[in-house]
């Protein structure tokens, strides 16, 4: 009899303590879901384009992109590259500026559409007709971009000077539309520091397949490889570098221009903010390429002609 006791109470002891497990590993499974419920900013989730992908984060420093832009039939197509990439970049701004006297339909289309309106922002400012390739000019004939760059950078001047000045740290960043551009190299922005400017490799650019930074074993940058000019102060693509917004409320000067000779705009700016060994080098010790120059051919639209005369074209009606 007194065993049967003994037994059955050893029976409730167990019953118990499966129940307290139970109870233990139900609530818990319910704070699970109660945080899925307010999904923290860096989960999965975010990455594959919840709410917070379109909105600006304020965690890390902002990183204004600079990106010229002009009307030609693959221009969609290279913004809509673009903005893909920028949408899984959630501290980059978008600066767009067209190359145009006043903003168009389409670039006010794809910013609404990629959801991207909230970070980023529509300027224009038209390249000056004797500065504007012409025709059948080869592209390295005139410097492209500045007209553009120079806005955007008043822009972003004023921006930062609005907006904590100093005190906040961000980036600045000239993204060409048509380079390649991996997500993680916006991740690797967000490590320059202040009164720094961040460089890494560029692929496909001045006749190598890679164009980067040398360093020394301290990690020093002793100079750059490049093939094209080599005596450029600063033989980088612009695809390569980007600045501490401290150095341009610094130097108010710093900008891009006409006057100087072609290839030179990178040194141009740079010239006004830092010295090669004082360059911070990211991507890895310069080891890792996350940025392509890559360059889209123009289409043949030889069955376009006609019809744009006859007044049937494809696309009427349509946005391409
Ligand atoms: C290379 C560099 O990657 C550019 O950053 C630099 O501005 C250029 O050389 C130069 O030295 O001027 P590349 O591929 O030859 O670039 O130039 P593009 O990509 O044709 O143009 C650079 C940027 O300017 C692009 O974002 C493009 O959309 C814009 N652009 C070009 C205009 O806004 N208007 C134009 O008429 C032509
Ligand atoms: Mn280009």
Not at 5 to 14: G, N, Q
Not at 125 to 133: D, V, Y
Request: with cysteine.
């Amino acid at each position: 009899m007194n065993q049967e006791i003994r037994i059955k109470t050893k029976h409730f002891y167990a019953v118990l303590v499966i129940l307290g497990f139970l109870l233990i590993y139900s609530l818990s499974s319910n704070n699970g879901c109660d945080s899925d419920g307010q999904s923290s900013p860096n989960s999965e989730f975010a990455a594959a384009g919840g709410r917070e992908a379109f909105l600006l984060n304020q965690k890390g420093p902002t990183i204004y992109a600079i990106t010229p832009t002009y009307a030609r039939p693959v221009q969609k197509a290279e913004l809509t590259r673009l903005s893909q990439v920028i949408r899984l970049s959630p501290n980059v701004f978008w600066v767009l500026v067209e190359d145009a006297d006043h903003g168009s339909e389409l670039v006010a289309n794809l910013l609404r559409r990629s959801g991207l309106e909230e970070r980023s922002v529509q300027l224009f400012a038209k390249t000056p007709t004797n500065f504007k390739l012409q025709g059948k000019d080869p592209n390295w004939l005139k410097p492209r971009g500045v007209e553009q760059r120079n806005k955007a950078l008043d822009w972003v001047r004023r921006e930062l000077a609005a907006n904590g000045g100093r005190e906040r740290h961000s980036v600045v960043y000239f993204m060409d539309d048509d380079n390649t551009y991996s997500s993680e190299l916006f991740g690797e922005m967000s490590k320059i520091e202040r009164n720094k400017v961040g460089v890494w490799p560029v692929g496909l650019v001045g006749g190598l397949m890679v164009e980067k930074p040398v360093l020394n074993r301290d990690g020093i940058v002793l100079g750059f490889n490049s093939a094209w000019r080599p005596e450029r102060p600063f033989p980088l693509d612009m695809a390569g570098f980007a600045i501490s917004s401290d150095l341009l409320l610094d130097n108010p000067q710093a900008q891009f221009s006409y006057e100087v000779e072609r290839g030179y705009q990178e040194s141009e700016i740079l010239r006004h903010l830092t010295i090669v060994h004082e360059m911070q080098p990211l991507a890895n010790k310069c080891t890792d390429v996350l940025v392509w120059h890559t360059r889209t051919e123009n289409p043949k639209l030889d069955a376009e002609k006609p019809l744009v005369k006859a007044g049937k074209r494809s696309d009427a009606g349509l946005e391409v």
